[in-house]
């Protein structure tokens, strides 16, 4: 026997061996159909009895095996069934004669056959006979399996009775010598009358009966018997049937422990040992029951006595194989007793044991095997080794197998197989095929050998001609190895992958083999490795802005508490958190990756983009060359949202290598991210600003350049304004339907008089809604007026030079040298352009919010801002300012001492004054004549601001605003001819209380008339005389308050125009009543006049010195306030006396 049965287990020596074989040509589909069906009756229980007998069907079997049925019976084939297709009578003899010769092949073993024929009609098929069943076609055969059963039974009955033969005790007979083929030539010329032969024969009959009874259902009689046998043979020395005698009894008793069966079948098998249906009868051994068939008295008999341990059953089994080692021929036998031990022992969960009789069958020559053969061989050990939890082991034999498959001694090589056993070997390594078990945790198994064994996949796929088959594995290898492969292999392995891709393209899809075997894609998460992926807000010129509610923004409408000290923790993963920014649809929006490449040589990433899910995204992919084992290196991505709402960022996906790979991050525990989660709002339209000035490096100190869209620098001296003409041009896709601008200035410390940034954005507004592609301009008018009087670094004193200054000096007198003169110590030129240089610096923004589209409906606006940088430099400033009395009570002189800080020369010019001409450094006196000014005519805070402002604060206001009125009267421009440039020069800055008080027309004005003329210094009244002149004196109360009563008293006098005053006047001067004129109390904005009159009697220049009494009401007052003008008047002859 050469072919050893691999599936064989103990539980088998109870079954008889019945072949199922086709005559002629049956379709093999068919015949599997009839196959499965006959083999579906694997034990029938045997009418009036209790006894169970078990087939094993095979439907290929050699007849040298059979040759070994009287060593063990169950190798014995008892029965065939042959199956044929006949489909005329004509050919029924022809089948007839085949189916006599395939019964001729077993007649030395067979009990009984049967033939069953399709598709034969006519006759013939009515004939009725017990060994031939008539069947119209393979789909009408309901009854195959009765008809099987019945032929089991026959089967049955044939066994029992050459049991019953055997097992009788016939002394006077001679007992045969049962043999196995090999030992037939050994027993020629024995002397058979020997007592040895003798008891040889009696013990290898013994054994035969136990095989008999075992395959009856009589396991306890079986045990007897072979006990019986194992002592006679031990005596004889009779190893190789001792052995058989051995296996024997482990087998019944395998199948007393073990009534489940040992070969891992799920059905278990129904115990075989039954009791009999009359406990109380007592049968002798070998009785006949009623029916002619004895049943299974045997339990009577002690079972502990004859059946073997759980552990002597494995060492009996050790000393049958070690008898069986010691033939040659008997490899075979060795080899299944093996197998057989082994399943007990994995039942009995002793693996190390199982392993040592597995080593034992590794060894065990059976002669020249075909490669067939040894594919099954080691396919089976690694079958075995997996039974047992030699998981490695099992991969081990089953990659050996696969190796054998391809063998070079094979004309056709079996690719196929190879692959599919390679596949089946991957638990044993700890490999998967999926590349997620090794995303997470420490590698697990052998790297060296699961590369070997990729390296094995990816050749047996290319030599199958399945390129795809072939990528996908190297693909696994690179990406689930990369750590353990040395620099030459990550070339060789990259190398080999890029001429399998230019073949066949690696992508994400799985790979379905034709088994069902399902191929997970493997993307290459570590070609390049990401370490960190972060969502980037939208540049600041394009973030979108939620229009503030009434309610405020802070609002949840998720919760009715105001305040909830639970904190709604979410369980979801850090990627679900939603990002505090939105994305606007339509706008590119970016991803940045940290990435390194692990390669020793530049990585090229082709095709890398984002992979999103919850809105229509359009990625736009990158092409990247990472350097060899870079650092940390930045990657953006971009993409354009085409829909609005939440958009999840899950991945990335790339090309490399010609393999596409879709990486989700999900996959990857290693990838830091503050979220993946965005809103997309409604798309929104986009401003793109532009200036008539070119762009500034400046920046505004407290932002950074993102938040500028633009910036522009000027250079204006004080007082200079200058335009700045802004284009706004409408780049997106959305009309813009609404436009604002604010403007902030952001330099705090310098005090701005004046409006720094005003503009008109009607004209702008008109063009609203401004279409995509449209562009409207602005202009901004830019006035800097900054008071540079308190810097102490530029001026020298002016008394130095010799200008007289009288009045009221400024309230920080400034006392630095600017240039140097010869009688003066010499300053540096450095030094001395250090100081000339002093540039104050104005920075303001300014801000266009602007929206329209979809945006706008859902509250959203975006801002652009402009920045603005102005270096001012002083133009002309007034180091000294102090008030002259003119000769009119309602109008003074201010005295202003006028500096050119500049390089230029300079002219200043005043409302109805001399233009004056300064040169570069030059200080020059300017006397302007104004009227005073009436500072309770301005516009007064509300009382409600009054109440919540501060009082300096009010105060600074009050200066503001008078100094702008002052300003205006006054209109003192520069202008530098040799630069073309001009502005207005302000005394905000210098006007000290003093003078303000000195300029400031007094609550109460006096007007004083003359014959009904008014009269003030400059005007000479006529009179003649003898003439009686009428004098008014009229009050008019601009205060809060009523003032009066008040007494004024005329004193008259003569000036000489040397210093003498002659006020003894009572020859010339007559007044016609009293010199002395009462003012009643004058009410708030009233007035009152009082009158008199005069006369003078000589000709003469006469003044009139108009004073008040001293009273209670007048010293409450302010001194300024009762000013009134002098009053000139001149006497003239009458006409008459001239013409007399």
């Known amino acids: 026997m050469s072919v050893p049965d691999y599936l064989q287990c103990a539980e088998d020596h109870q079954t008889v061996l019945v072949v199922v074989q086709p005559v002629g040509i049956v379709p093999e589909d068919q015949f599997f159909k009839i196959y499965k069906r006959i083999a579906s009756v694997s034990q029938v229980s045997i009418?009036?009895?209790q006894r169970l007998l078990y087939i094993r069907y095979r439907h290929h079997y050699l007849p040298e095996n059979n040759e070994w049925g009287d060593f063990q019976t169950h190798r014995k084939v008892v029965g065939l069934i042959s199956i044929t297709t006949c489909g005329s009578s004509k050919d029924w003899p022809q089948t007839a004669e085949r189916f006599h010769g395939q019964k001729e092949v077993y007649s030395s073993t067979l009990y009984d056959s049967r033939l069953l024929v399709f598709e034969l009609q006519g006759e013939i098929t009515e004939q009725q006979r017990t060994d031939v069943a008539f069947y119209p076609s393979f789909e009408e055969c309901s009854d195959v399996e009765r008809r099987v059963e019945d032929f089991v039974e026959s089967i049955f009955i044939v066994l029992e009775s050459k049991r019953l033969d055997r097992a009788t005790d016939k002394s006077g007979d001679k007992i045969p010598l049962l043999c196995v083929p090999f030992e037939k030539k050994d027993f020629v010329g024995l002397d058979t009358d020997s007592r040895h032969y003798k008891k040889r024969c009696q013990g290898r009959m013994r054994k035969h009966v136990g095989d008999l009874c075992l395959q009856a259902g009589m396991l306890q009689d079986a045990l007897v018997h072979y006990h019986m046998a194992v002592e006679l043979l031990r005596g004889v020395n009779d190893f190789l049937w001792l052995g058989a005698a051995l296996e024997g009894l482990c087998s019944a008793s395998v199948i007393f422990h073990y009534p489940g069966g040992t070969a891992g079948k799920t059905a278990g098998r129904k115990?075989?040992?039954?009791?009999?249906?009359?406990?109380?009868?007592?049968?002798?051994?070998g009785a006949l029951t009623a029916n002619g068939i004895s049943a299974d008295t045997s339990a009577e008999i002690g079972r502990a006595k004859n059946c073997l341990s759980p552990e002597d059953i494995i060492e009996k089994y050790k000393e049958a194989i070690s008898y069986y080692g010691k033939y040659k021929n008997a490899g075979v036998i060795e080899l299944e007793a093996c197998v057989k031990a082994v399943r007990v022992l994995a039942i009995q969960k002793r693996a190390r044991e199982a392993s040592e009789f597995l080593q034992n069958a590794v060894y065990i020559n059976l002669g020249q095997l075909s490669e067939e053969e040894k594919i099954q061989r080691y396919s089976i050990l690694s079958e075995l080794y997996e039974l047992i939890g030699f998981h490695r082991k099992s991969a081990f034999f089953k990659r050996v197998a696969a190796m054998q498959c391809v063998a070079p001694t094979i004309p056709e090589p079996g690719w196929r197989a190879c692959y599919k056993l390679l596949l089946e070997t991957l638990p044993g390594y700890s490999l998967s095929l999926d590349p997620k078990d090794f995303s997470k945790g420490t590698h697990r198994g052998w790297a060296a050998v699961q590369m070997r064994l990729l390296h094995e996949l990816v050749y047996a796929s290319r030599r199958m001609g399945n390129p795809g088959l072939s990528v996908r594995h190297l693909s696994f290898l690179l990406q689930t190895m990369l750590d353990f492969l040395s620099d030459q292999e990550k070339k060789e392995v990259t190398q080999s992958l890029e001429n399998y891709t230019s073949k066949c393209p690696g992508g994400m899809e799985v790979i379905t083999l034709p088994d069902g075997l399902k191929l997970p894609p493997v993307p290459f998460t570590k070609l390049p490795i990401v370490r960190s992926v972060?969502?980037?807000?939208?540049p600041v010129s394009l973030r979108p802005h939620k229009v503030k509610?009434?309610?405020?923004?802070?609002?949840?409408?998720?919760?009715?508490?105001?305040?909830?000290?639970?904190?709604?923790?979410?369980?979801?993963?850090?990627?679900s958190k939603k990002i505090d920014f939105q994305w606007v649809q339509g706008d590119v929006c970016e991803v940045q990756l940290m990435v390194y490449n692990p390669m020793p040589y530049e990585l090229r990433v082709e095709n890398m983009g984002l992979l999103t899910s919850g809105v229509e995204f359009e990625s736009l992919p990158a092409a990247l060359s990472l350097p060899a084992e870079s650092g940390l290196y930045p990657v953006t991505l971009v993409g354009l949202p085409r829909t609005a709402g939440n958009i999840t960022v899950n991945g990335y996906h790339t090309s490399v290598f010609g393999v596409t790979s879709d990486c989700l991050l999900e996959d990857l525990p290693g990838v830091k991210t503050s979220g993946c989660l965005v809103e997309v709002i409604p798309s929104l339209p986009r401003l793109q600003l532009s200036t008539s000035l070119p762009r500034s490096a400046h920046t505004a100190q407290p932002m950074s350049k993102e938040e500028l869209s633009s910036s522009v620098s000027l250079q204006l001296f004080n007082g200079e304004t200058q335009q700045l003409t802004i284009t706004l041009e409408n780049i997106g896709t959305e009309d813009i339907e609404s436009l604002e601008l604010t403007s902030k200035i952001v330099t705090t410390k310098e005090k701005v008089f004046g409006e720094?940034?005003?503009w008109e954005l009607e004209e702008a507004l008109?063009?609203?809604?401004?279409?995509?592609?449209?562009?409207?301009?602005?202009?901004?008018s830019f006035k800097v007026k900054l008071d540079f009087s308190g810097q102490e670094n530029l001026l020298q004193d002016l008394n130095d030079d010799g200008i007289s200054v009288t009045g009221l000096p400024i309230s920080s007198p400034l006392r630095q040298v600017l240039k140097p003169r010869p009688e003066t110590k010499s300053v540096s030129s450095d030094a001395g352009k250090?100081?000339?240089?002093?540039?104050?610096?104005?920075e303001a923004v300014l801000n266009f919010k602007y929206s329209g589209g979809a945006g706008k409906v859902e509250g959203y606006y975006r801002e652009l801002s402009l920045g603005v940088h102005v270096d001012v430099e002083p133009s002309v400033f007034f180091t000294r300012v102090s008030t002259l009395p003119a000769t009119s009570t309602r109008q003074c002189h201010l005295l202003l001492d006028i500096f050119n800080p500049t390089e230029h020369e300079l002219t200043v010019s005043a409302k109805n004054n001399q233009d004056l001409v300064l040169h570069a450094s030059e200080c020059q006196r300017m006397a302007i004549q104004v009227d005073k000014f009436d500072f309770e005519s301005l516009p007064q805070p509300d009382q409600s601001t009054v109440r919540f402002t501060n009082p300096k604060q009010l105060e600074e206001e009050r200066q503001h605003a008078q100094g702008c009125q002052i300003n205006s009267k006054l209109g003192?421009?520069?202008?530098?001819?040799s630069l073309t440039r001009c502005g207005e020069a302000s005394v905000e800055g210098v006007l000290n209380q003093l003078v303000l008080e000195h300029l400031q027309l007094a609550p109460l004005q006096w007007d004083v008339l003359v014959n009904g003329k008014p009269c003030d210094c400059d005007v000479i009244a006529d009179c003649k005389v003898g003439d009686v002149v009428t004098l008014e004196v009229k009050l008019t109360n601009l205060s809060k308050n009523s003032v009066g009563p008040l007494a004024l008293t005329v004193v008259p006098y003569q000036d000489y125009q040397n210093g003498v005053q002659n006020y003894d006047l009572d020859e010339a001067v007559t007044f016609i009543g009293s010199s002395t004129f009462y003012v009643d109390t004058v009410k708030a904005k009233e007035s009152s006049v009082c009158e008199g009159a005069l006369l003078f009697l000589y000709t003469g220049d006469f003044y009139l010195n108009i004073k008040f009494q001293d009273d209670s009401t007048r010293r409450e007052l302010p001194l300024a306030w009762f000013t009134l003008p002098s009053v000139h008047i001149r006497a003239l002859d009458a006409p008459l006396q001239a013409g007399a």
């Open 271 to 285: 115990p075989s040992i039954s009791q009999p249906a009359d406990a109380g009868k007592r049968h002798r051994p």
């Open 47 to 49: 009418r009036d009895s």
């Open 756 to 758: 720094f940034l005003s």
């Open 972 to 977: 003192i421009c520069w202008s530098i001819p």
């Open 834 to 842: 250090a100081e000339y240089s002093h540039v104050k610096t104005l």
């Open 534 to 538: 972060k969502l980037l807000n939208l």
């Open 766 to 780: 008109r063009h609203l809604p401004l279409k995509p592609g449209q562009a409207v301009t602005l202009t901004v």
């Open 549 to 575: 509610s009434l309610l405020g923004q802070n609002m949840s409408t998720a919760s009715p508490f105001i305040y909830s000290p639970i904190i709604m923790h979410s369980r979801g993963d850090e990627r």
